[in-house]
């Protein structure tokens, strides 16, 4: 049993040995011939080495096209076949229809394709001899401007060719859309949000943004073209209210702040006259809160509901408030039937006169205010004072015309 056990030693020894001796001459194999078979790999450019490689290849027209490509440096974007010498980029071969446009950018107009390409040398996108926008300032020197302004496009801070076509255009100024601004500023903004209304502003109508807006660059937000007061942009055109704003001695609130949109709507709106809401432009109308929306938004809502009071305004007789009295009814008059919304000559926006009827025949009013109270003589009815101190006898109806809701 020993003897058997002892040979059983003796052979996986002798195993160990041998396998051993394979480790050892299969390692001397590799550090000896490795370094041979590596360069004969590279030599026959299977390996994935750093030498750069050139691939050739021929163009449609029969001339070669050579692009370099290296390892650690990426591919470039442009490659262009050869171009002969005095051979032009617009022909029947290539670029056939560049030219042909109604609007055509001069350098094209006169066959320089190469103040701006060079197919050659540069490796940046389309050949271009700068970036995009460095490109169009190097000539558009004008432009340069609009950078310096507080407001500036997005378009117009990444590259020109988002609005403009570098080669030609139907339209003018080489537009990428038209024939309109809108149509054009429409690829980017939402149509439906300026168009939807039933009242267009007239510049929104005729989709010319351009009559309000700058599509560069501007001083004031929004890109409008004047500012930096609302009033000052919308008086380039409504020309008879700054006249009358000028010439008037008091003013709405608003249009002291300078600003139109707390009323109107700058691009179109639902409403008559762009309204931002509802607003009553009848000289009666029965009496609903909602129906003065526009006002209530600004003024305080219970000087129509409240029939006494002695704070809420100095329009009253004592403490009779005389708005409840002239606007709660079923013939309501209305705000217009005695204020003017721009400006005035008579205190408190009363207007001078107001229009009646189908006709719009025009009532004066001549108002005149007291230290506690005030008149209003031979207009739409005799004349009639108010007294908020010692209260005046009024002729007038002393229950109300129609059942009134409180305002929420």
Known sequence: MENSKDGKRGWVSSRLLENFKIIIFAGFFLLVFSPVLSCAQKSQGTGRGSLAQTQMSSS?????????????????SFSHPTIQKGESCVSE??????GSSPYVHTPIAQAS????????ASKARFGLRKSDLDLCLSCHEDQKAFYKQEVVHPPVKKDCISCHNPHQSPYKFQLESGPSSARLCFT?????DKMEYKYLHGPVESEDCLACHNPHASSYKHLVRKGPQEIQLCDSCHEEIPQKIKNSAFKHGVINEGMCSPCHAFHGSDLTKHWTRLFPDKFYSPYDPELYGLCFQC??????????????TNFRNGKRNLHYL????????????????????????????T???????QIHIVFVKTPTGGNCMKSCHVSKGYDREKPLELQVDTKPAIKRNKPK
């Open 188 to 192: 980017c903004h939402d149509e439906n």
């Open 113 to 120: 394709c190469e103040y701006c390409h060079d197919v050659t």
């Open 326 to 353: 002239h606007v709660t009814r079923r013939k309501g008059r209305t705000c217009i039937a005695c204020h003017d919304v721009h400006a005035t000559n008579q205190d408190r926006l009363i207007r001078s006169s």
């Open 299 to 312: 003024h305080e809502k219970s000087q129509a509901f409240l029939e006494k009071s002695t704070t809420l």
């Open 60 to 76: 449609p027209e029969g001339s070669l096209l050579i692009s370099a490509q290296h390892s650690s440096v990426k591919k470039s």
């Open 93 to 98: 071969k290539c670029h056939v229809k560049i």
């Open 355 to 361: 229009p009646f009827g189908p006709s719009n025949f």
